[in-house]
C-alpha cells in the first residue's frame, strides 16, 4: 500500500489583516491573557444557545488566544478547548477572513471543515461564529459557541451570534472609551 507522504496543505485561509488587529489589540489592552469580562461573556453565549462550549477568541499570526472560554461539565474534562489553540485548528480563522458570521450545522457536512484537527481532537461536530468588528474597521477576533452534536442553528442561531458580536463590541468600545477618559 503506498501513502501520500505529501505535507499537509493548510485549509486555513490566508490572513493579510494580522498586522493591524495586533496593533489595534494591543492599543485596546486585550487578547493576550484571560479575561474575566470575557470569561463572562462566553458563559451568557453558553446559557442563551444552550452549547456547551463558547469562546472570545482573538487571533494572531501563528495561534488563536481564548481570552473568553467557558465550558459546560459534562465530566469529560480532557475534551475540554484549552485557552491557546493553532491557527489552522477549528473555524474562527475562516470567521475572520471573510469578516462574516459562520453556521456549521454539522460539519460533516462540509469537506472543508470535516477534515480540521478539532473534529477528532476536541469532538466538534457544529459550530456558529461571527467576527468582531470594531469602530477602525478591524476584524479583532470572533465569538463562537460549539457543540460535540450536530445543532440547526437556523437562521435564530444565525441572528443571535451576530446581535452577541454586536453588544461585545460595544462592551470592548465602552472598555476603551473609560480608558482614554482616565
Known sequence: ??????????????????PLRMRRLRELGIGEEPDPAFDDFARRLTEVTGSP?????????????FAGLHA???GDAAATPGRVMDRDHGYCPHVVVRRKALVLDDVCDY??????????????????GAPLIDRTGTTLGTICVIDTEPRPWGRAGLETIKSMAAELIEQIHQREDTRKQA
Not at 462550549?53 to 488566544?65: K, L, T
Open 53 to 65: 462550549y463558547a469562546m472570545v477568541n482573538f487571533i494572531s499570526e501563528d495561534q488563536q488566544y
Open 111 to 128: 469537506p472543508r471543515f470535516a477534515g480540521n484537527p478539532v473534529v477528532d481532537e476536541i469532538g466538534i461536530r457544529s459550530y456558529l
Open 72 to 74: 459546560v461539565s459534562k
Open 1 to 18: 500500500m503506498i501513502y501520500d507522504s505529501a505535507p499537509h496543505q493548510s485549509l486555513t485561509p490566508t490572513d493579510l489583516e494580522v
